[in-house]
């Protein structure tokens, strides 16, 4: 289904407008999923203060709807939330570790959390292949002052809101693991920073074959 939408997307859509009428379309999706998420986690255990999400993934969904709601093309919230985004949502759709909290793939907390990581990551994806976000190096800054962000939120939630955890502070994303905070904080950075890199690359490339098609014809033409 997700593929069927690219290739629509990419054969239909021809104007800015419409790109970005379906862009906030999808946002105003993402934002009731994350929304529905919260709150099905605030009813099952009877804790309203659990509607601020506390997970990477959790707020990388609330950050990029409301991104893609209130901001425009390629803004600066994107070359932030999309790395930290694709990668949460791209981890949930091959190992969905929470399924097995209810008997039913229908229990609100599941089925919600399913839907809210799988259209964060299928939403980058669309938004990179249509260029609606584009990474560059340029824009290196967003990353780590975006994650500063993320986890002065965390510290707030334990020390404000009294939460046991928050953005994987005191425990790591996988058990007994090496997986703390900082270590995927640290390979998130490097494998951005190479994603930007090999984007760059390729579209001063692009950029310098076109210029030499160009300038070929026209030589063409003057002989």
């Keep these: ?121 299928y939403t980058i994806l669309i938004m990179t292949i249509t260029k609606y976000f584009v990474p560059t190096i340029k824009k290196w800054y967003a990353l780590p002052l975006g994650l500063c962000c993320v986890m002065t939120l965390g510290i707030f939630e334990i020390t404000v809101l009294d939460s046991n955890d928050a953005m994987q502070i005191f425990n790591p994303l996988l058990p007994d693991t090496i997986f703390t905070w900082w270590f995927c904080g640290i390979l998130l950075l490097v494998f951005s920073y190479l994603v930007m890199v090999v984007f760059e690359y390729f579209n001063v490339w692009k950029k310098q074959s076109g210029s030499d098609n160009i300038k070929t014809e026209t030589e063409e033409k003057t002989l």
């Design 1 to 121: 289904m997700a593929i069927a939408a690219i290739v629509l997307i990419l054969k239909y859509v021809k104007t800015e407008k419409t790109l970005s009428m379906i862009m906030r379309i999808i946002g105003g999706v993402l934002f009731i999923c994350i929304l529905w998420n919260r709150i099905s986690i605030c009813v099952s255990h009877k804790n309203a203060l659990l509607l601020i999400p506390d997970t990477f993934c959790g707020i990388s969904s609330l950050i990029l709807s409301l991104a893609l709601l209130l901001g425009k093309r390629d803004n600066i919230v994107f070359h932030f939330i999309c790395y930290l985004g694709f990668i949460g949502g791209l981890i949930v759709v091959v190992y969905p570790d929470f399924i097995g909290q209810a008997s039913s793939i229908f229990y609100p907390d599941t089925i919600s959390g399913l839907l809210h990581h799988s259209i964060m990551f």
